[in-house]
């Protein structure tokens, strides 16, 4: 997981239009969108470039037909509309061709027969009036994200998957022009450390899209498993996709016995990938395949131990979860267990040819991501055969070496037609400008690889890191850092000083160590992936905590009737301890968004909005064990109830 290391070290409304117009000249447009509010029926994830809101409503009809061009692109755009337009309501929707003798649709959609230079390739107007709808784009893609945001537009219902009875389906009247920020819109799905199933990725995929993502990254080989089969290489899936399964917290198991069944994990068949790819596709998401070598390789190891430097190797077995890494000196780490390929190794290429041959095929994405990672080197630096190539090579040290194996492999990636690209760690072994980078320790590798004319996308754990912690430590799994809400909210993916042309993108990542099925992946993903998503397509100057977070919350409502689960951390208090001068414990209680009451309680009971209202810090009694609080808004409950110990109060106070 890239996160050990940090453990150490344009409109709403006409009227609106105007004034933000003059807030964007005199540089305050945070303020002038914070005083005005987005109507209500208008809350559209990510926010769009302009948004014109006019007077009346579209009423959706018994019967709706969609003028459609025969485009095959436009299949899934016309099949999405019809889905979500019909089930809901009962309506019948019908497909009709683009042929103008076909008369008078409900909703047309129309591809621009003159390219319309702002929209680009994934832009979109969207109309809607009191009779009809219509979409309008350079590209297919332009299309679908437009429909993404016409559904957005009707009542929170539009999201069930049955009937829905008394609902007014109506959408208001708008005129939106948008286009995203930048080109690479993505998430990182670690199917490695937990194995999810394709249906699962399909999932997945579906909710992404929803938030005009289009970059799935899989993680699809770790130290857990190797998920992907490579033909010629069959224990890579018999051996190296299994472990033995572990509940508790990962990172801290009890290591594997050896009649301990390993039966957990699975993995894709080459068939599976086509699926996948194409499913995927069909929603304009391409797929980016991440194998992370030299590091991580602990299941590649296992199955193969000739891909290791390693005297006793055929000893190893793919990880269950139990610890294998010493951070303590922080990163690179001191290796446990040798889970690195042999740079040394010529065996190791022969079988990175194959491997990549066969993924370069799989997935028609231009890019292969091949890791670069928190590789160790302890081992390396007691190798024999690793000494013998440093001389040959001329090479003085383990970044170097490092860098060498790099290098090979890009060799390797670039012959398949293939772009090839790393996390930032492969900045070290001075790699060449046709290597992109993706930048997870902050922003600043990733503003020093654009400065070098590396191609970058941001993915930095500052902000963009969707496995740690949303709120206090005692509500989730615990990992090793957090990560609120707006602080994501916060992520611009191009920095100041740099030349955008080498910023690809923005992406956020999910790894999985802690996440062990589809309903916790959601759980993680939503809503930080809101934010994300709104700080990679829309305009700078469009965001807006206060504005945003409105949206959000109209969201979770979506998010229930569809049946995601999300988070709802960003109701919990936070929790600020302190010494008074006569060494007694203070307690200061806040919120991350406003307009919440805090009630409390230190008798064991759950409190409620008849409690005690928090007002100032609090000084537990002498013999309280536990605080208890929770989180109105007026007279309904929003946050959880938070059980907090006295002790671990005690116990921050004291660091």
């Known amino acids: ?227 992907i089969e490579i033909k010629g290489f069959p224990k890579l899936t018999e051996v190296g996709a299994w472990s033995v399964k572990k509940t508790g917290e990962f990172g801290n198991f009890s290591p594997p016995g050896p009649d301990e069944p390993r039966t957990y994990g699975g993995y894709y068949t080459q068939e599976d990938i086509r699926e996948l790819v194409k499913y995927a596709q069909e929603r304009f998401v391409n797929i980016l395949p991440e194998i992370d070598v030299p590091g991580h390789s602990l299941a590649a190891i296992a199955s193969y131990p000739e891909l290791s430097c390693t005297p006793g190797a055929e000893n190893y077995r793919v990880r269950s979860g139990e610890r294998i890494m010493d951070w303590s000196r922080g990163a690179p780490p001191t290796a446990l267990v040798d889970n690195t390929l042999c740079p040394a190794n010529e065996k190791v290429y022969s079988f990175l040819d194959s491997v990549i041959t066969q993924v370069a095929a799989l997935f028609p994405f231009e890019y292969l991501h091949m890791g670069g990672d928190e590789a160790p080197f302890n081992f390396w630096e007691k190798s024999d055969a690793i000494k013998a190539l440093m001389q040959k090579e001329g090479l003085k040290n383990m970044h170097q070496v490092q860098g060498y194996f790099e290098k090979r492999v890009q060799s390797i990636v670039e012959s398949k037609g293939k772009k090839f690209m790393g996390w930032d760690e492969i900045l070290d072994g001075n790699m060449s400008p046709s290597a992109a980078v993706m930048s997870w320790r902050g922003m600043k590798y990733g503003t020093e690889a654009a400065l070098k004319k590396h191609e970058v996308v941001m993915s930095p754990t500052t902000y963009a890191y969707l496995d740690y912690m949303q709120a206090d430590a005692i509500t989730e799994p615990r990992v090793y850092a957090s990560l609120r809400l707006s602080k994501s909210y916060e992520f611009d993916p191009i920095p100041s000083g740099v030349d955008p042309k080498y910023i690809k993108g923005g992406q956020a990542n999910l790894w999985t160590e802690q996440v062990y099925n589809i309903r916790q992946a959601e759980y993680m993903t939503w809503p930080r992936g809101m934010a994300i998503a709104e700080s990679v397509w829309s305009p700078r100057e469009k965001k807006n905590w206060v504005n945003f977070f409105g949206r959000v919350e109209q969201h979770f409502e979506r998010l229930d009737i569809a049946e995601t689960k999300y988070a709802p951390s960003v109701y919990d208090p936070i929790f600020k301890v302190s010494r008074s001068a006569d060494r007694q414990l203070l307690i200061e209680l806040s919120t991350e968004v406003e307009g919440l009451d805090i009630y409390y309680s230190f008798d064991n009971s759950f409190p409620d909005r008849f409690y005690p209202k928090y007002t100032e810090k609090l000084n537990p009694p002498k013999d309280a064990g536990m605080l208890r609080v929770i989180t109105y808004k007026g007279k309904k409950p929003v946050g959880r109830m938070l059980s907090m110990p006295i002790e671990e109060l005690n116990k921050r106070a004291r660091k």
């Open 1 to 227: 997981m890239k996160r050990f290391f940090l453990f150490f070290s344009c409109c709403l409304m006409s009227t609106v239009a105007f004034s933000q117009t003059i807030a964007a000249e005199s540089g305050n447009t945070s303020e002038v969108a914070a005083s005005t509010n987005i109507p209500s029926e208008i809350a559209i994830i990510p926010e769009p470039v302009s948004v014109v809101k006019n007077d009346g409503h579209f009423v959706l009809p018994a019967n709706v037909t969609i003028q459609s061009p025969g485009n095959p692109e436009l299949k899934q755009v016309t099949a999405f509309l019809q889905e979500r337009l019909s089930i809901p309501t009962g309506s019948y929707v019908s497909v009709i061709s683009a042929d103008p003798s076909a008369g008078n649709a409900t909703i047309r959609l129309v591809l621009n027969d003159k390219a319309n230079a702002a929209l680009g390739n994934e832009g979109y107007q969207l109309s809607v009036n009191s009779g009809h709808i219509v979409i309008k784009a350079n590209k297919a893609a332009g299309l679908f994200y437009g429909a993404q945001s016409l559904i957005q537009l009707f009542p929170k219902e539009i999201e069930s998957k049955e009937l829905v009875e008394d609902i007014n389906w109506k959408s208001p009247c708008v005129d939106i022009t948008d286009y995203p920020r930048v080109g690479w819109r993505g998430l990182m799905f670690d199917v490695a450390r937990h194995f999810f199933t394709k249906e699962e990725v399909k999932q997945y995929i579906n909710a992404m899209v929803r938030y005009k993502y289009n970059v799935l990254h899989l993680h699809l080989t770790d130290d857990e498993g190797w998920r």
